[in-house]
Structure formats: structure tokens, C-alpha cells
């Protein structure tokens, strides 16, 4: 598994979302980025359109841009669901992920 495969990318995201779930916060728009997951601005925003697809995440919109891009709404709101917990939970993909990346602190220095 690399760093920026689909598996790895959603375990973090959704990782950062449970985090934040379990600290009641909000989703920080400055961590939710394509930067934070050092992974190109395309690739992030398909990820969260099949995270949000599949129901593991809510409250973020996704607008069509005339350029052809995606304009992403409501970061702040990004939350992750119940299904997006048992996903993280449950899901072997997401099981290897942990034991790569373990916990959220390790990997995302924005969070003390």
C-alpha cells in the first residue's frame, strides 16, 4: 500500500473525521486539503466524492466549476458517519492502513 493509493488516503481522511468526531470539533478547512494528504488537488476531491458517495462521509458539497474543476463546499461540515465509522473499523483495506499509519497524531502534525 503507498501513501497516496485510495485505501490509504480514505483511512486518513476518515481517520481525521473520526477524530474530530471523538474531540468535538469541527473539520478544519486548512487540514482538509489536498496538501495535508501530499496528493494532487484531483485525486483528493475524487476520493471525497466516493467517501461521500458511499456514505461514509456528509455535510461537504461538491459544485462543478466552468474550468471543468470541483469547487468543495462546506469543509468545515465534513463529517464522518456512522457507516464511515464501521468502514474504518471493519474494512481489511482500512485494517492495513492502521497498522501503516496508526494514529492520527502521528501522521497529521496539526493536531496536539
Given at each position: 500500500m503507498?501513501?497516496n493509493?485510495?485505501?490509504?488516503i480514505a483511512?486518513?481522511?476518515l481517520?481525521?473525521?473520526?477524530?474530530?468526531?471523538?474531540?468535538?470539533?469541527?473539520?478544519?478547512?486548512?487540514?482538509?486539503?489536498?496538501?495535508?494528504?501530499?496528493?494532487?488537488?484531483q485525486?483528493?476531491?475524487?476520493?471525497?466524492?466516493?467517501l461521500?458517495?458511499?456514505?461514509y462521509?456528509?455535510?461537504?458539497?461538491f459544485?462543478?466549476?466552468?474550468?471543468?474543476?470541483?469547487?468543495?463546499?462546506?469543509?468545515?461540515?465534513?463529517v464522518?458517519?456512522?457507516d464511515?465509522l464501521?468502514?474504518?473499523a471493519?474494512?481489511?483495506?482500512?485494517?492495513?492502513?492502521?497498522?501503516i499509519?496508526k494514529?492520527?497524531?502521528?501522521?497529521?502534525?496539526?493536531?496536539k
Amino acid at each position: 500500500m503507498s501513501n497516496n493509493d485510495y485505501f490509504a488516503i480514505a483511512y486518513k481522511i476518515l481517520s481525521y473525521l473520526k477524530y474530530c468526531y471523538e474531540n468535538g470539533q469541527d473539520a478544519d478547512p486548512g487540514i482538509l486539503k489536498a496538501d495535508t494528504f501530499n496528493i494532487f488537488q484531483q485525486q483528493f476531491v475524487r476520493t471525497l466524492q466516493m467517501l461521500f458517495k458511499d456514505g461514509y462521509i456528509e455535510g461537504i458539497t461538491f459544485s462543478p466549476l466552468l474550468s471543468g474543476g470541483i469547487l468543495l463546499g462546506n469543509r468545515s461540515s465534513t463529517v464522518i458517519t456512522s457507516d464511515g465509522l464501521q468502514y474504518l473499523a471493519e474494512n481489511s483495506m482500512m485494517q492495513k492502513a492502521y497498522r501503516i499509519f496508526k494514529e492520527v497524531r502521528d501522521w497529521l502534525p496539526l493536531i496536539k
